[in-house]
């Protein structure tokens, strides 16, 4: 079984400020791991995936994200945020060698909201 | 990039009837599609994982008669909530996964709202 842990429930952050949303994980085997981002009343973009090679992962919109192996981490970052980034992110991980479906085990999300 | 169109977006029903969201595929073939039901302010939790031509899988907890679930082509998947109650109100959100190598990426569609009265 595999859990994913956000520790932040919501981050506020000023415009043009960098921030950082935490991920860790849990999984006995070795897992695919995503970041998606919900705007109000929307579904899922992508934002970002690590599925093998290099651990620093570069998304759209400026995101970038680095799996550590050894901390079981998957933490997203961006330098420079704009007010357009407000919104709720997610951590999925799902396991390279699944069950039939290879189902998503999402966190908790976190809120980031961008002030002015 | 691909698509997946959920429909509809916003749905108000009476307690005791039922609902019909639809989820395609666009530009794509899905062999499996997933169904999530999302509380205000929490994650996604996984319903059911729906196979092209199979019964669907439902997730413990989920009461299949309750919710059903038929994908009967490669680009459309249906969720059913059957004899709706309040307490079913909730944003249902579905996904589609390419059927070539993906690697288990999943697109999203944009979400039904549902409230029953």
């Known amino acids: 079984a595999q859990s994913v842990t956000q520790l932040d429930s919501q981050v506020p952050v000023f415009e043009e400020a960098p921030v950082e949303l935490r991920c860790n994980y849990s999984s006995s085997?070795?897992?695919?791991?995503?970041?998606?981002?919900?705007?109000?009343?929307?579904?899922?973009?992508?934002?970002?995936?690590y599925l093998s090679g290099s651990t620093l992962v570069k998304g759209i919109n400026g995101f970038e994200a680095e799996f550590n192996k050894s901390q079981t981490s998957f933490h997203?970052?961006?330098?420079?945020?704009?007010?357009?980034?407000?919104?709720?992110y997610f951590c999925a991980v799902s396991d390279e060698i699944g069950a039939a479906g290879n189902k998503l085990t999402f966190g908790g999300g976190t809120?980031?909201?961008v002030k002015p | 990039g691909a698509v997946v169109s959920q429909h509809p977006s916003w749905v108000i029903c009476k307690s005791g009837t039922s609902v019909k969201i639809e989820c395609r595929s666009l530009d794509f073939q899905a062999t499996t599609?997933?169904?999530?039901?999302?509380f205000p302010k929490q994650s996604l939790m996984l319903m059911a994982t729906s196979n092209e031509g199979s019964k669907a899988t439902y997730e413990q907890g989920v009461e299949k008669d309750k919710f059903l679930i038929n994908h009967a082509s490669l680009t459309?998947?249906?969720?059913?909530?059957?004899?709706?109650?309040?307490?079913?109100?909730?944003?249902?959100i579905c996904s589609a996964r390419v059927s070539?190598?993906?690697?288990?990426?999943q697109y999203f569609g944009a979400g039904t709202r549902l409230s029953v009265l």
């Open chain 1, 29 to 49: 085997v070795s897992v695919y791991l995503f970041w998606y981002v919900q705007y109000p009343n929307q579904g899922l973009q992508l934002l970002l995936k």
């Open chain 1, 76 to 88: 997203l970052r961006k330098p420079s945020v704009h007010i357009s980034d407000t919104a709720e």
């Open chain 1, 111 to 113: 809120r980031v909201l």
């Open chain 2, 33 to 38: 599609m997933f169904w999530y039901r999302q």
């Open chain 2, 76 to 92: 459309l998947s249906t969720l059913t909530v059957t004899s709706a109650h309040p307490e079913d109100s909730s944003f249902y």
């Open chain 2, 100 to 105: 070539s190598l993906s690697k288990n990426i």
